[in-house]
């Protein structure tokens, strides 16, 4: 169970006191409300007459169906509690992230995992802090399958784990809105930003493996598939190498002389092509 917070107890204190019911009852309830994300809560403890539902809105039910004045206190409590969650935290419930998941054929639905603010009401769990530190604290964490995020909106990073070290990139002026993983031949990882859907690996890798990236690579890791809705960091190929003996140099210099010859291709464009062939030697 999470372990309140100085400001956690407090408001419970509070709350406790306002209400006229225990710290404990008051406990069990902020954890529901937090469990819902805030907006709707399950509960089951005595001083509320057993188990019961809540949502944000006016809908409240306990066992005692004709007991007005219990629902009056459940709503009252609930309210104040979702309140005091979304004061307390990075980012309102309501801007909460939806991950997505993508079939083959291009059709979305709303995948397992949410981002969620993190709550100041809770101690955090040093275990559960797997970006590298000097990110300091997300805006919005939250997971899919086996593939975790951390969103840092003001830093303009974006750290990503598949179960081993966290690869981190730079978001650039993406406003990052949601996450999701194209299934196929391979598993990508996709993420909606106020220019639709991109891949992720459009974006630079500026951490990896516990350290800088000095110098970033032209192509940025993708994730391919390694078993049912799993996905691993591999490295994009570059999409050609450089020749490695003076023979392919020459036969790609009679191939490029061919071309010219056939006006496939212009001076300028022969002599940069022919330079840069040279230069590969």
């Known amino acids: 169970m999470p372990q309140l917070s100085p400001a956690g107890t407090q408001l419970v204190q509070e ?9 404990d009852a008051v406990t069990h309830m902020l954890l529901a409300v937090h469990h819902g994300n805030g907006s709707m809560a399950q509960f089951n403890h005595p001083e509320f007459g057993g188990s019961g539902q809540w949502m944000w809105g006016g809908m409240t039910m306990v066992s005692d169906l004709f007991n007005h004045q219990l629902k009056s206190l459940v709503d009252g409590l609930c309210n104040d509690l979702s309140n005091a969650l979304a004061s307390h935290q990075s980012v309102p419930f309501s801007g909460s992230f939806q991950s997505q998941s993508q079939s083959g054929s291009g059709s979305q639905a709303q995948g397992a995992g949410q981002i969620a603010g993190r709550n100041s009401l809770f101690v955090p769990d040093p275990q559960s802090e797997w970006w ?5 604290r997300p805006s919005a964490i939250g997971s899919q399958n086996n593939v975790r995020y951390a969103y840092f909106a003001d830093g303009r990073r974006l750290a990503v784990s598949t179960g081993g070290p966290a690869w981190v990139y730079d978001t650039q002026d993406h406003q990052i809105g949601g996450f999701g993983q194209q299934q196929g031949g391979g598993s990508s990882i996709t993420f909606t ?3 639709g859907t991109v891949n992720l690996s459009s974006l630079p890798v500026v951490w990896r493996d516990g350290a800088t990236v000095q110098n970033r690579p032209s192509q940025a890791p993708v994730f391919v598939a390694t078993g049912a809705a799993a996905a691993q960091p591999v490295t994009q190929p570059a999409s ?5 003996r003076a023979e392919d140099a020459i036969a790609l210099l009679e191939k490029l002389g061919q071309l010219k ?4 291709i212009t001076e300028e464009e022969y002599q940069a092509k022919k330079s840069d062939i040279l230069n590969r030697i």
Request: hydrophobic content about 15%; aromatic content about 12%; glycine content about 8%.
């Open 15 to 23: 709350l406790s006191s306002r209400f006229g019911v225990s710290t």
């Open 193 to 195: 930003s106020q220019y």
């Open 132 to 136: 590298p530190k000097h990110l300091g």
């Open 240 to 244: 050609s190498s450089p020749p490695e």
């Open 261 to 264: 010859e056939k006006d496939y």
